[in-house]
């Protein structure tokens, strides 16, 4: 968009990231609109709260209707039952961007994840055009959230902008943030950056801090995005100790990655009446988010959204 544009719509605004947008975004547009399916309180005329559920499509497109742009937050941010993933991030994205079509926005971003590419080793340098590695079914699940945002623009000429959120925490938390930091105020610098870049049809971005130990290029994000990070993790390296067996190996996704993270939930939902199957702990079924929760619940992940 050549312009700052007039009214955004943020999906779960009330999830672990959706505050800091709400913020960032403050006067920066004309109104912000704070979509959500718990009550959301606006703080004065410049904002209008909507409670609605991104599994509803009238709802969504109704509450789109005027607006120039949608930050989609709202969704699943860590392993789930394949089911409930498929609900909340495939099907709940593909309705925000069709409610953006038929409202006639113009611009969607959307919250993707870094564990888009998770499985590459720690010392392999990613850029954002190369294969896509999952290292899980939430990973999966933001591939074709990525997938769907590709179709839409290509297809109906919607401008789509997906941030690889890195692990959004106020400050590094574990040995691997070092790597994946996103700090606050780049979070909100790269969602302003995804709304306001020019030529923009669809692009693909880490949404990363500038650590000087990351793992994912930002390249793209400065060239598509004109967006810079300012932040670097190396600030808090003090804490954490050089020999940590993090950096000795693996995938990017970090320890909890792989077969044991996926088989947790491998079945959950495939018994009688959608309950856990024959051979699954129940527990293991039951508790996750719902499906539209807002993204960003998983501690110092994406936000929901999402961050990771």
């Given at each position: 968009m050549d312009d700052k544009p007039g009214r955004i719509v943020i999906t779960g605004v009330a999830?672990?990231?959706g505050p800091t947008v709400r913020a960032g975004l403050r006067g920066e547009a004309g109104h912000l609109v704070l979509l959500d399916r718990v009550p959301v309180e606006a703080q004065d005329a410049t904002e209008t709260a909507v409670e609605a559920d991104i599994a509803d499509l009238r709802a969504l497109a109704a509450a789109f209707e005027g607006a120039d742009a949608v930050v989609h937050l709202a969704g699943?941010?860590?392993e789930a039952p394949f089911g409930d993933l498929l609900d909340a991030n495939?099907?709940?994205t593909y309705n925000v961007l069709e409610a953006a079509r038929r409202a006639g926005v113009r611009r969607?971003?959307?919250a993707s994840s870094n564990h888009v590419t998770g499985a590459?080793?720690?010392?392999h340098h990613v850029f954002a055009d190369e294969p896509p590695r999952p290292d899980g079914l939430y990973g999966v699940s933001k591939v074709a959230v990525e997938a769907l945002g590709q179709m839409y623009a290509d297809t109906f000429g919607l401008e789509v902008v997906a941030l690889r959120i890195g692990s959004f925490e106020e400050e590094p938390g574990e040995t691997r943030h070092l790597a994946t930091w996103l700090s606050p105020r780049d979070c909100a610098g790269f969602v302003r950056a995804a709304l306001a870049a020019p030529g923009v049809t669809f692009t693909a971005v880490y949404a990363v801090s500038g650590n000087a130990r990351r793992f994912w290029d930002?390249?793209?994000a400065a060239n598509e995005?004109?967006?810079r990070p300012v932040d670097d993790a190396a600030a808090f390296a003090s804490r954490f100790p050089d020999d940590d067996p993090f950096w000795?190996?693996?995938?990017?996704?970090g320890p909890d990655s792989g077969a044991e993270k996926v088989l947790r939930f491998a079945g959950a939902g495939d018994g009688p009446d959608g309950g856990p199957a024959e051979d699954e702990p129940a527990g293991e079924a039951a508790g996750e988010q719902a499906a539209t929760a807002p993204q960003g619940d998983r501690p110092g992940e994406d936000s929901g959204a999402g961050a990771d």
């Open positions: 999830g672990r990231i699943i941010a860590d495939v099907r709940g969607v971003v959307l590459y080793p720690i010392h930002l390249t793209a995005l004109g967006y000795h190996g693996g995938p990017q996704g």
